[in-house]
């Protein structure tokens, strides 16, 4: 459990160093994928979703990656239900492989032209 919460605590610094340079000096990681295939895949937009939540701007994180961000309010919706019930909510296997066949269709689905606006997108 220990290393639990010291991995926990280099990853938020970690992310905090990225954001800051990303900020000021408007360093990217880009998505390897995305750059060899010109494709989307289901992970694209996630960096900027988070950086969208920092800001609290929570419209625009939906639009730069839905199905993560749809994910991660059920996340903290089941967390908090637990945590009332002061229960430990599990997955269960059939739970995870839905999610899996949602994130393959939510992959293959922002490439095809008709769902256009699943795609990583700026709202002005």
């Known amino acids: 459990m220990k290393n639990k919460k010291r991995i926990i605590v280099y990853v938020i610094i970690l992310s905090l160093i990225y954001y800051v340079l990303n900020l000021n000096f408007?360093?990217?990681?880009?998505?390897?994928i995305h750059e060899?295939?010109?494709l989307y895949c289901p992970?694209?937009?996630?960096?900027?979703?988070?950086?969208?939540?920092?800001?609290?701007d929570f419209y625009q994180a939906f639009r730069f990656n839905p199905l993560v961000f749809t994910l991660l309010v059920l996340y903290?919706?089941?967390?908090?239900?637990?945590f009332i019930r002061n229960k430990d909510i599990k997955l269960n296997k059939f739970s995870m492989y839905f999610i899996l066949v949602i994130t393959l269709l939510f992959g293959i689905l922002r490439n095809i032209s008709?769902?256009?606006f699943l795609k990583p997108t700026i709202i002005h």
């Open 26 to 32: 408007n360093f990217k990681i880009p998505c390897l």
């Open 36 to 38: 060899i295939t010109n």
């Open 43 to 56: 992970g694209c937009g996630i960096t900027r979703m988070f950086f969208s939540i920092i800001r609290l």
């Open 76 to 82: 903290i919706i089941v967390k908090c239900y637990g």
């Open 114 to 116: 008709i769902f256009e």
